[in-house]
């Protein structure tokens, strides 16, 4: 059985630093995830530059399927030595995870990583190894779907120390929080700006310390499709539409050209709503047999904004997507629900905006950037133009 694995994470800078020191790396092989999340030494430019470094050593090798023995290796000739400290290394959590769910996790002086499953947040099983004088620990995976992997760098232990904690907030804490939070349906994005927010509570806004969740979920492929302009050749449309609902999944369709096409070639009808959840994004309609039919350009063009929000790792509201108007209903179905996402892309010039200055170049824009960062957040992204 092959399953999508979803991945996301948040990072909260240390107070008064520009950059985190804390650093996640991720590289698809196949089917195998490589996740790498590494805490360079100290906070600001110089952790950085060590978590960068490592992340990138550990990402590259590892999903060459270069032995971890040597990865430390070379991690620890590559890194400068810390004059102070005489140690020359980042710690770190590294997720091999392959599409049916098994892989393995190795940790190195990070905080051990907490398995979601069935409402509960538990401990994994570690075996200890001793490589090159490192303690590594191992764990063997074997997830299904709806299991979690929660992977953080130390700043989620040292959250509220000297502030509205004496000794930072403690595992059982962390795990209590995890098991109350965290909802079935959330996707690892989520779960990561979840717990990296009630950190950035703890520190009273003003992180102590580099703070990183990293989330790992095996998840059923959920696919999506959206229909976006008519396509070229109105002789075309009967046979776009019925390509269009035969692919599985959830249906989406933009723009008011599109839904009459749609509509017709089902034989139903559209009807608008007069709702304005918000005042710059026009009404949704409905379709039956579609699950969301939206507005078209002005619609995208904002979904695109909030992928790029989406996509902000310093963001813990990002996953947040309860507004009812047509674009956030849309951007939480591509970004939270759908694992797979095909869009239906008609490049016909919509004679509705003649004399508007909305052309088919930019529709044609506006999607090429969603589809990428799509790609970005790991989904499976296709684009199909008529």
């Given at each position: ?44 430019v110089k952790a950085n530059i060590l978590a960068t470094l490592s992340s990138k050593i550990l990402c590259t090798m590892l999903s060459a399927g270069v032995p971890i023995k040597d990865c430390i290796e070379t991690l620890i000739a590559s890194l400068p030595v810390c ?304």
């Amino acid at each position: 059985m092959s399953y999508f694995i979803d991945r996301g994470y948040t990072s909260l800078n240390h107070e008064g630093e520009e950059l985190c020191g804390d650093m996640v790396e991720c590289s698809v092989n196949g089917d195998m995830l490589t996740a790498v999340l590494c805490d360079g030494m100290g906070s600001g430019v110089k952790a950085n530059i060590l978590a960068t470094l490592s992340s990138k050593i550990l990402c590259t090798m590892l999903s060459a399927g270069v032995p971890i023995k040597d990865c430390i290796e070379t991690l620890i000739a590559s890194l400068p030595v810390c004059k102070v400290r005489n140690v020359a290394y980042a710690t770190f959590s590294v997720c091999l995870i392959g599409s049916d769910g098994k892989g393995e996790l190795l940790e190195f002086d990070n905080p051990a990583a907490i398995l979601l499953r069935n409402g509960a947040a538990d401990d994994l099983p570690r075996q200890k190894e001793v490589i090159l004088g490192k303690t590594v620990y191992t764990t063997a995976l074997d997830l299904k779907p709806g299991d979690a992997i929660v992977v953080t760098s130390d700043g989620v232990e040292h959250a509220g120390i000297g502030m509205m904690m004496n000794f930072g907030w403690e595992r059982p804490q962390i795990k209590d929080y995890l098991r109350r939070a965290v909802k079935p349906g959330m996707s690892a994005r989520a779960i990561s700006a979840a717990l990296a927010g009630e950190c950035n509570e703890l520190y009273m806004n003003m992180p102590g310390d580099d703070t990183t969740v990293l989330g790992i979920k095996v998840r059923e492929h959920s696919p999506i499709s959206v229909f976006v302009g008519p396509p070229i050749h109105k002789e075309d449309d009967a046979q776009y539409v019925k390509d269009f609902m035969a692919l599985p999944g959830k249906k989406a369709v933009c723009g008011g050209t599109s839904s009459q096409i749609v509509a017709r070639q089902l034989g139903k009808e559209v009807r608008t709503s007069f709702e304005f959840p918000d005042r710059d994004i026009p009404p949704i309609g409905y379709i039956d047999g579609i699950d969301l039919t939206t507005e078209g350009v002005i619609t995208v063009k904002r979904v695109l904004e909030l992928s790029e929000k989406y996509l902000d790792p310093s963001d813990c509201t990002a996953a947040v997507l309860d507004k009812r108007d047509g674009a956030s209903l849309l951007a939480r179905m591509l970004f939270e629900e759908g694992t797979d996402v095909n869009f239906f892309v008609g490049q016909s010039q919509n004679h509705a905006h003649d004399g508007l200055p909305i052309e088919t170049r930019m529709k044609l824009k506006l999607i090429d950037k969603l589809a990428d960062n799509l790609k970005k957040m790991g989904k499976n992204v296709n684009v199909r133009y008529n």
